[in-house]
């Protein structure tokens, strides 16, 4: 079968979330192509589609929506047509998809598992979820030079509505935390290759999402840390223990002050610590990588 993603993988070709469905393509054997709506403009990504005919295409951005050539790309299509959206919206964003899309996808994915409703009504098309994952490395990898207490990959907002920057911020008035933070696009890129060694190297990572008061919703980075063999305490959210057990990986925490309280402790305990990382990495490598999501994705979608 041929699968193509319409997303941004030539231009963030190291980002977590594209290399990831790369890998898992790879090695599931699938012809895939991908088309980036950042480096193709519209008449060129309506003939890619048009060219290719994959049997399944997934919109991987929400560009295609906003420019409104859904439509086009349906007349040229003779497969199927989903829709992963990958990340938390609300009625607050100025972006919010509001198109009836039932004539122009068929399924519709989200990576948050209490959305489906929300989406049902902005869309028309009944969604499943399927969560976000990562890349296993073969072996937790060290690196002096990120050999730090606390590490933290990502901005630290400033918006006092942003619940994460708020958390984070207290945190940091109270202990040292090594923020790592490029918004150039080839630092970025840097900043996902050395991921590995980052999250490998530091004695534990600061594991929150932009919101925590969503079933089974999480940032990236939830899933990207385990999977380097990462030791995080994580900010509790509905749902997460089913998606990585408390000491798999994790330690989960509800507020600043138990945070503090178990950073000490682990600290303390870099035995305990290992034990839980590897527990993570093992359990990252069954059941959450991008190939798992994909195989998920065919079989919903009637191919496996």
């Known amino acids: 079968?041929?699968?193509?993603?319409?997303?941004?993988?030539?231009?963030?070709?190291?980002?977590?979330?594209w290399k990831g469905i790369r890998i898992a393509m790879e090695e599931l054997d699938i012809d895939y192509y991908e088309i980036d709506l950042r480096y193709f403009n519209k008449e060129q990504v309506i003939n890619e589609v048009?060219?290719?005919?994959?049997?399944?295409?997934i919109y991987g951005l929400t560009d295609v929506f906003y420019q409104n050539y859904y439509k086009e790309?349906?007349?040229?299509?003779?497969?199927?047509?989903?829709?992963?959206?990958?990340?938390?919206?609300?009625?607050r964003n100025d972006n919010v998809l509001n198109i009836d899309l039932k004539d122009y996808i068929d399924y519709m994915f989200v990576s948050n598992d209490s959305q489906k409703e929300y989406w049902k009504q902005k869309i028309g098309v009944e969604p499943y979820f399927v969560a976000m994952a990562g890349?296993?490395?073969?072996?937790?990898?060290?690196?002096?030079?990120?050999?730090?207490?606390?590490?933290?990959?990502g901005l630290v907002s400033d918006d006092p509505k942003n619940l994460r920057g708020s958390i984070i911020k207290q945190i940091i008035?109270?202990?040292?935390?090594?923020?790592?933070?490029?918004?150039?696009?080839?630092?970025?890129?840097?900043?996902?290759?050395e991921m590995p060694k980052i999250y490998g190297s530091a004695k534990i990572c600061l594991d929150i999402s932009y919101t925590w008061e969503v079933e089974k919703y999480?940032?990236?980075?939830?899933?990207?840390?385990?999977?380097?063999?990462?030791?995080?305490?994580?900010?509790?959210?509905?749902?997460?223990?089913?998606?990585?057990?408390?000491?798999?990986?994790?330690?989960?925490?509800?507020?600043?002050?138990?945070?503090?309280?178990l950073k000490d402790y682990y600290l303390k305990y870099p035995e305990k610590r290992e034990v839980?990382?590897?527990?993570?990495?093992?359990?990252?490598?069954?059941?959450?990588?991008?190939?798992?999501?994909?195989?998920?994705?065919?079989?919903?979608?009637?191919?496996?």
């Open 50 to 57: 048009r060219n290719y005919q994959p049997d399944l295409l």
């Open 1 to 17: 079968m041929k699968i193509a993603l319409l997303a941004a993988q030539r231009s963030e070709p190291d980002c977590t979330h």
């Open 135 to 153: 890349t296993p490395v073969t072996e937790i990898q060290f690196d002096k030079k990120y050999d730090n207490d606390i590490v933290y990959i």
């Open 218 to 261: 999480t940032s990236s980075r939830y899933y990207v840390i385990a999977n380097c063999g990462g030791f995080s305490l994580c900010k509790r959210f509905p749902g997460c223990e089913e998606l990585y057990p408390n000491k798999i990986g994790k330690i989960y925490y509800d507020t600043v002050d138990e945070f503090l309280k």
């Open 276 to 304: 839980i990382r590897i527990r993570g990495l093992e359990h990252s490598k069954r059941y959450h990588i991008y190939r798992n999501r994909i195989q998920d994705i065919l079989t919903i979608c009637g191919f496996k």
């Open 173 to 193: 008035e109270k202990t040292p935390v090594t923020i790592i933070n490029e918004r150039q696009i080839d630092e970025r890129m840097r900043v996902y290759r």
């Open 73 to 91: 790309i349906r007349e040229v299509m003779k497969g199927k047509i989903a829709f992963w959206y990958a990340d938390y919206v609300d009625d």
